[in-house]
């Protein structure tokens, strides 16, 4: 009888070791998460900022803030938040690591930033007349017309699109092309197009507009 009961307080420290040390682990885990909460104001007038991107350095995970400057989001002790917005510079935020509870409130505040445009000069549009006028007094100098002549004649244009690769359409419309065709004859024997009228038709038209040649 001892060694029964004895067996059976064995058994049931195995199976709540485990448990015990898992339910540890999971607490040593909760601890590092902080609910951080606040409000994104501007710096200068103290205005809370609508939208501004929240993310955790180094990653794509975050938030943002909403119409009133305020968010809420778990993050770990050891983050750095990175708050970024048109308009303002971007603040690195630490989390303090110390601190007590796992909630978290602050009030983060953004600086304006302050850049220079260039110079823009805004002219008044010319009336039909004197569109018209330049249009029709600009001489366009006699080289460049001629090159411009030369790059657009059909024979120049149809050998560098000959030359050219296929594009993903095309060598995927040729793929499916080929999958149907096999998928086609599935299980018998693909016919051998010798005697195919239509066929030799494509390859002498083929020959006569030159796709066979060899480049």
């Keep these: 009888?001892?060694?029964?009961?004895?067996?059976?307080?064995?058994?049931?420290?195995?199976?709540?070791?485990?448990?015990?040390?898992?339910?540890?682990?999971v607490s040593k885990n909760d601890s590092d998460l902080v609910q951080f909460t606040g409000f994104v104001v501007n710096y200068d007038s103290t205005?809370?900022?609508?939208?501004?991107?929240?993310?955790?350095?180094?990653?794509?995970?975050?938030?943002?803030?909403?119409?009133?400057?305020?968010?809420?989001?778990v993050a770990k002790r050891s983050d750095v938040l990175v708050f970024s917005c048109i308009g303002f510079e971007p603040r690195y935020f630490e989390l303090p690591k110390?601190?007590?509870?796992?909630?978290?409130?602050?009030?983060?505040?953004?600086?304006?930033?302050?850049?220079?445009?260039?110079?823009?000069?805004?002219i008044g549009r010319p009336t039909a007349e004197q569109m018209d006028y330049m249009f029709s007094r600009t001489q366009l100098p006699q080289n460049d017309y001629l090159l411009a002549q030369q790059n657009l004649r059909r024979k120049p244009l149809s050998e560098e699109a000959m030359n050219l690769p296929n594009d993903a359409e095309s060598n995927a419309r040729w793929r499916f092309n080929d999958y149907a065709n096999k998928a086609y004859y599935a299980g018998q024997t693909q016919p051998i197009p010798v005697l195919d009228v239509f066929a030799w038709s494509k390859f002498i038209k083929s020959l006569q507009n030159g796709d066979l040649k060899r480049k």
């Design 1 to 25: 009888m001892n060694a029964l009961k004895i067996f059976l307080f064995s058994l049931l420290v195995l199976l709540l070791a485990p448990s015990k040390q898992a339910h540890a682990q």
């Design 98 to 122: 110390f601190s007590n509870g796992s909630k978290f409130k602050s009030v983060v505040a953004l600086v304006e930033d302050t850049f220079r445009m260039e110079e823009v000069v805004i």
């Design 47 to 73: 205005k809370t900022i609508p939208f501004v991107t929240i993310r955790i350095n180094g990653t794509s995970r975050g938030t943002y803030s909403d119409m009133q400057g305020y968010f809420s989001f």
